[in-house]
């Protein structure tokens, strides 16, 4: 029903600033949310970012601090996230995710998945 593919992910030295984008398919794309995750090795997939369906207003986890910012533009079907000041421990494959009238953080309510992205930042 929706596909997700994620694109801009690479390497970059620490301090420096990536932008991932995600390109959206599908029926009824406005009412999904959308996210970002991120894993690294050996460790849970983690929430990073959202774009909720009905308000459009960006949800962070605390633990960024800022320096990432989620956008949303409907009318191109992309979601993108600009990282700034980034540090090693951000390294990790980054995935877009999209779930239908979400309201969540928890990876497994979310409906559809992108194959993800590697961001690899070195000190």
């Known amino acids: 029903q929706v596909q997700l593919v994620e694109s801009g992910g690479g390497l970059v030295q620490a301090g420096g600033s990536l932008r991932l984008s995600c390109a959206a398919s599908?029926?009824?794309?406005?009412?999904?949310?959308m996210a970002w995750f991120r894993q690294a090795p050996g460790k849970e997939r983690e929430f990073v970012a959202a774009?909720?369906?009905?308000?459009?207003?960006?949800y962070y986890t605390d633990s960024l601090k800022g320096r990432f910012t989620i956008s949303r533009d409907n009318a191109k079907n992309t979601v993108s996230l600009q990282m700034n000041s980034l540090k090693p421990e951000d390294t990790a494959v980054y995935y877009c995710?999209?779930?239908?009238?979400?309201?969540?953080?928890?990876?497994?309510?979310?409906?559809?998945w992108g194959q993800g992205t590697q961001v690899t930042v070195s000190s």
């Open positions: 995710a999209a779930d239908l009238w979400g309201s969540t953080v928890v990876p497994t309510e979310y409906d559809f």
């Open positions: 774009n909720t369906w009905n308000s459009g207003r960006p």
């Open positions: 599908g029926r009824g794309l406005s009412s999904y949310t």
